[in-house]
């Protein structure tokens, strides 16, 4: 890359990482809040809100930095390059994040019967899960030149491991969360907050890792 477009790069990978910090930062202290009772319902699904707000705004960030990392000049976030892996995971990692939005939203609703909050908070979430689990693969395999496989000499490698296993908590935490139309109670309450409790450090770390990350072209960011 020349020396413009591997700066307005870096600049992207950092935006993107604060985002991510800061994501993750807020639905691990939603979390908290959920599990310790220590603030109101209005108040944790603000601060899930606003986290998911720099979620998504970390995930459209991904694909102007794939954008850049994947050709030698500058493209529109719009251009579909499913070619590529990097291009292809930053796009499904921002769908996951407007899936959340979905849910993070409808969480406000008042008198929802269990049915409707499966299909309007729990559904979009564990959509938006599985996106994530789906986009941390492709970047593994991105990083691995089509492997998955352990490459701890690279920083990059951290950001992605790190972030797939927030993504897997997640999940674990999504699956908890079902509500069961007989008694109109979650799976598992605990599970549902310290697994995204868990799984939000893990993308504020990760976050933190990849702002130490110099973005590099496909071609030279994994060697054999």
Known sequence: M??????????????????????????????????????GLPTVNVTYLVGGCFFSLGGYVSILLANNTDT???????RFRPHSRSWLSAFVLFAGTLFFAVSLVAAFAEGLTPR???????????????????????????????????????????????????SVLFFLAGIAAFTRPATSDE??????NWGTFAGAVCFAVGGVIQALDTPTTTRTAVQP
């Open 187 to 192: 799976i598992n309450t605990g599970l549902v």
């Open 116 to 166: 409707q909050s499966d299909g309007w908070i729990w559904f979009p979430d564990m959509t938006g899960c599985v996106c994530f689990l789906v986009a941390g693969r492709l970047a593994m395999l991105d990083v691995g030149a089509g492997r998955v496989r352990v490459m701890a000499h690279l920083v990059g490698w951290w950001v992605v491991a790190v972030n797939q296993l927030g």
């Open 2 to 39: 020349d020396q413009a477009l591997t700066r307005a790069s870096t600049q992207l990978n950092l935006v993107a990482a604060v985002a991510f910090v800061l994501g993750g930062s807020l639905f691990a202290l939603g979390a908290a809040f959920a599990q310790l009772g220590v603030v």
């Open 72 to 78: 030698d000049e500058a493209t529109s976030w719009w």
